[in-house]
């Protein structure tokens, strides 16, 4: 199951540059749009993190 977690982490890590680059594309046109794109990188970087820690806690508690 940790396997299939390790996945899903690089998927978020796989949105955030997908994200980045619509950012950067529509930066000088609405750069409104631009900074919502910002923030879903900022999020998804954020989610990777969070979901690393977890599956790194989850795979300590079961090897105990």
Not at 7 to 17: H, P
Not at 40 to 52: D, P
Request: overall charge positive; charged content about 25%.
């Amino acid at each position: 199951m940790s396997k299939y977690f390790k996945y899903f982490e690089y998927a978020y890590l796989f949105f955030a540059a997908l994200f980045l680059f619509e950012a950067v594309r529509i930066w000088s046109t609405e750069p409104n749009k631009a900074y919502v794109f910002l923030f879903f990188v900022a999020v998804a970087i954020g989610m990777y993190f969070f979901k690393r820690r977890f599956r790194k806690k989850y795979e300590q508690r079961n090897q105990n």
